[in-house]
Nanobody, 120 residues
Framework: QVQLVESGGGLVQAGGSLRLSCAASGIAFSLYTIGWYRQAPGKERELVATISSSSSTNYADSVKGRFTISRDNAKNTVYLQMNSLKFEDTAVYYC??????????????WGQGTQVTVSS
């Protein structure tokens, strides 16, 4: 059974920091690109950051220079270090694991999400 479990969310003041974790089980973790996404009330889910199987990273412009994504394949875990948090970072944060197989099938899994609330 595949599970992605996010943790580390909470309430923080603007300017503060949080570190989110996404722990995976049931998949060949090192083969997957892992992404963090977020969804604020009344808004669509948006990409925050991704890290590929080769540890190449990509960030949304809104978080560049403030957030850092990293992975520890030995622990099957991806982290999102969030610094200088702003009120507009408030959202439910989800992680997604995705890969394309050698025969072209796209496989993806989502976690259940963790709430991040930034008070102004």
């Amino acid at each position: 059974q595949v599970q992605l479990v996010e943790s580390g969310g909470g309430l923080v003041q603007a300017g503060g920091s949080l570190r989110l974790s996404c722990a995976a089980s049931g998949i060949a973790f090192s083969l997957y690109t892992i992404g963090w996404y977020r969804q604020a009330p009344g808004k669509e889910r948006e990409l925050v950051a991704t890290i590929s199987s080769s540890s190449s990273t990509n960030y949304a412009d809104s978080v560049k220079g403030r957030f850092t994504i990293s992975r520890d394949n030995a622990k099957n875990t991806v982290y999102l270090q969030m610094n200088s948090l702003k009120f507009e970072d408030t959202a439910v944060y989800y992680c997604k694991a995705e890969r394309t197989t050698s025969d072209g099938r796209r496989i993806l899994y989502w976690g259940q999400g963790t709430q991040v609330t930034v008070s102004s």
